[in-house]
């Protein structure tokens, strides 16, 4: 079994930063790449960043959405098998439930198998 424990979200100001941490435990030996997706009321659900990890040919590449890239930076401590999502500038069409993912570099994308439940990220005006 695999499991995905999200932490950090919460309600901050716009312009304001958050951190996400994602930690993943079990049977993750076959996979190598991690990610964030993110979900708001009565919107698609969006990539906003991966991460390859320990067992990629091309271990700590990054992937972002247009809509973070300059503002989210993705990183990941391999050895904790931890993702993390440091969030600044936040604005309120940040504000979603925020998913953390398990999978296989694909080269280029990320092949995801699993999810963690979500945090939710709430951005005030």
């Known amino acids: 079994q695999v499991q995905l424990v999200e932490s950090g979200g919460g309600l901050v100001q716009a312009g304001g930063s958050l951190r996400l941490s994602c930690a993943a435990s079990?049977?993750?030996?076959?996979?190598?790449?991690m990610g964030w997706y993110r979900q708001a009321p009565g919107k698609q659900r969006e990539l906003v960043a991966t991460?390859?990890?320990?067992?990629?040919?091309?271990?700590?590449?990054?992937n972002y959405a247009d809509s973070v890239k300059g503002r989210f930076t993705i990183s990941r401590d391999n050895a904790k098998n931890t993702v993390f999502l440091q969030m600044s500038s936040l604005k309120p069409e940040d504000t979603a439930v925020y998913y953390c993912?398990?999978?296989?570099?694909?080269?280029?994308?990320?092949?995801?198998?699993?999810w963690g439940r979500g945090t939710q990220v709430t951005v005030s005006s």
């Open positions: 991460i390859t990890m320990i067992g990629s040919t091309n271990d700590g590449s990054t």
């Open positions: 079990g049977s993750i030996f076959t996979f190598n790449a």
């Open positions: 993912g398990l999978g296989r570099d694909l080269g280029g994308r990320v092949g995801f198998a699993y």
